[in-house]
């Protein structure tokens, strides 16, 4: 069926909107079921029963709780294109009133074809009598042809093209978004049945993409991507409830991913994301998404454990090598916050998923036994050098500046959202970077103004943080902390130059182990491979006690477990309750342990 103007014209864009209300309304209450079954029913759950039979109930409540979810996804969706179709609609009927209301204050007649018909004007040049009147149709040219030099053209006749032009784009641009509309309503349905199988995930990852394709000029450009975090906080609160249950269902990574975000705004979106790009990764046969794919079913098998402190899914993403934040108590309301980076080899993979999250985890625990109001984040929000630390002439090859830099930006961003969002009129902030996390964390140090908030930084298994003193780091000496195991041999890299003098000699020498153990300590300075050791007392930070570690070199075999004990209260006690002790505010009861 044609579209015509009178159609276009008579539209009621009100019902789209009232249909869009109803589906707003029904996702509303997938949301709310979902809620009631993860906070209600499965706390209660894992808090009184135990055996098979609880096992079981837990089992169907997060089938039930996952089929809920996607049901307000998809009903989300719906809402969303049908208010964006109703939003395109109504700006091209305002397009064809305004050419309809100028065509009846000149007197004009619009037929039903399109075509437009306009009176006798202006005057001949010989007679002086009105110029006869016509008819403009779309593509034709009625009286714009050359005069002849005797008689000047109807002055009526370009006013009466235009207005036939404006309607014919008008309907023309209504039917062809009628027509993209209509495509992805067929495409928003559900599979038969109560049962929602990851291949269905699959499927709304493809609808949620196509909705925000089609929504982009109804909501997408709204979003304050270059705004301040303080900018997006208030842009945010500025929405009605409406405007953020869309953004919500069809923007969950933007939403998610915006530092500014309050902290369960954007662990509700990045949870609904988490299922969106667990669908998208899923049946991809290629390496990366298969590693990525295992890192996210880890996070979302701990969402879904109901762990202690709550988890708050901060970021989500497959760009790069992934990206994932999350927090172990909320940090808008904690009084005090820290944010780890991981350095080195790591990715968004399961052993991220497993012991990255577990270092945070550990850290809020730590720190809650000193002050219970307490969160602790790992921030991977960049991407590190995936050399695997075990090859130690391929480590020291990827380890330059260039991702340190990109990450030490997007780390500065994420910690003034979190000064932004935090509730506390003074909250304590401790920045905390591990491995080539701290060359990161020193590198946001150096943009303006230093990291925004925070109070403390802490620094272990550091090959260095790129400034030479702890007094360049814009906390002050008093407030830079430094874990150094005396098996770390991350910890005693040589600098560049005097790396290049120990390669030379194990070409000749032989096994890389005989490198690692002898020639590629450091050769009795200060000097690492991104700058002065940050244990070594030119440095000036205060260096806290930790244990020794397992040895680099022992008769089990070449181990590196030295670097990966700081936050494990099982392995190194005395280092997980010096960080604890930072992070909680009581950096003053740590004790100290001598430079090197």
């Not at 309301?333 to 497993?354: C, I, K, M, Q």
């Not at 090959?463 to 030479?468: C, I």
Request: hydrophobic share 35%; net charge negative; with cysteine.
């Amino acid at each position: 069926m044609t579209l015509t103007w009178a159609q276009l014209r008579d539209l009621k864009c009100g019902e789209l909107e009232g249909a869009a209300d109803g589906w707003g309304k029904a996702s509303n209450r997938a949301d709310a079921g979902r809620d009631r079954i993860e906070t209600q029913l499965l706390t209660g759950l894992r808090g009184t029963q135990r055996g098979a039979a609880a096992d079981a109930a837990v089992g169907r409540l997060q089938q039930m709780s996952r089929n809920l979810q996607y049901v307000y996804t998809e009903c989300g969706l719906l809402r969303t294109t049908l208010n964006s179709l109703a939003h395109e609609l109504r700006l091209q009927q305002r397009a064809l009133r305004e050419a309809l209301d100028d065509a009846e204050s000149l007197k004009f007649t619009v037929h039903a074809d399109g075509s437009v018909t306009y009176p006798a004007a202006g005057e001949g040049l010989i007679d002086g009598k009105p110029l006869p009147g016509g008819t403009a149709s779309v593509g034709s040219l009625p009286g714009l042809l050359p005069p002849s030099g005797l008689v000047a053209p109807n002055p009526n006749v370009a006013k009466a093209q235009d207005i036939a032009d404006r309607v014919a784009k008008a309907v023309r641009t209504a039917a062809e978004i009628d027509w993209r509309y209509a495509r992805i309503l067929r495409q928003l349905r559900a599979e038969e049945g109560l049962k929602v199988p990851d291949a269905t995930w699959t499927d709304a990852a493809g609808d949620a993409a196509a909705v925000r394709d089609a929504a982009r000029g109804y909501l997408r450009d709204g979003i304050p991507r270059d705004a301040s975090p303080a900018e997006r906080k208030a842009w945010w609160a500025g929405l009605t409830d409406e405007q953020r249950e869309e953004y919500l269902a069809v923007y969950p990574d933007q939403i998610g991913n915006l530092d500014g975000i309050p902290a369960v705004v954007r662990d509700a979106a990045n949870r609904d994301n988490l299922q969106l790009l667990m669908g998208k990764l899923e049946g991809r046969d290629d390496e990366k998404s298969e590693t990525q794919l295992a890192g996210l079913r880890e996070i979302d098998r701990q969402l879904r454990e109901g762990r202690q402190p709550p988890m708050f899914l901060l970021g989500i993403g497959d760009q790069g090598n992934g990206r994932a934040i999350v927090s172990f108590g909320n940090p808008d309301t904690a009084r005090n916050v820290s944010a780890y980076v991981p350095g080195l080899g790591t990715s968004l993979d399961e052993e991220f998923a497993r012991d990255d999250l577990k270092r945070a985890r550990d850290t809020a625990l730590g720190s809650r036994k000193y002050d219970s109001s307490s969160a602790a984040i790992v921030w991977l929000g960049y991407d590190a050098p995936q050399q695997p630390i075990d090859d130690p002439l391929g480590g020291l090859a990827v380890m330059g500046n260039e991702r340190a830099e990109e990450g030490g930006l997007a780390y500065g961003k994420f910690m003034s959202g979190l000064e932004a969002t935090n509730e506390n009129e003074d909250p304590h902030l401790t920045a905390i970077g591990h491995s080539y996390g701290s060359r990161t964390v020193g590198a946001a140090t150096q943009h303006s103004g230093g990291i925004p908030g925070v109070d403390d930084i802490i620094l272990v298994g550091s090959p260095g943080v790129g400034v030479d003193h702890a007094s360049d780091l814009g906390v002050g000496n008093d407030h830079v902390f430094v874990g150094a195991a005396e098996n770390d041999i991350v910890t005693k890299l040589p600098s560049k130059q005097q790396s290049v003098v120990g390669v030379v000699g194990t070409i000749a020498a032989g096994p890389a182990i005989g490198y690692v153990a002898g020639d590629i300590a450091d050769q009795g300075d200060d000097d690492l491979w991104f700058g002065r050791d940050p244990a070594s007392e030119a440095f000036g930070a205060r260096r806290f006690p930790v244990d020794a570690g397992p040895r680099l070199v022992s008769r089990h075999g070449f181990s590196l477990e030295a670097h990966s004990h700081y936050f494990d209260p099982s392995r190194d006690a005395m280092s997980a309750d010096n960080i604890a002790l930072i992070t909680s505010g009581h950096s003053k009861r740590i004790k100290v342990e001598e430079h090197r």
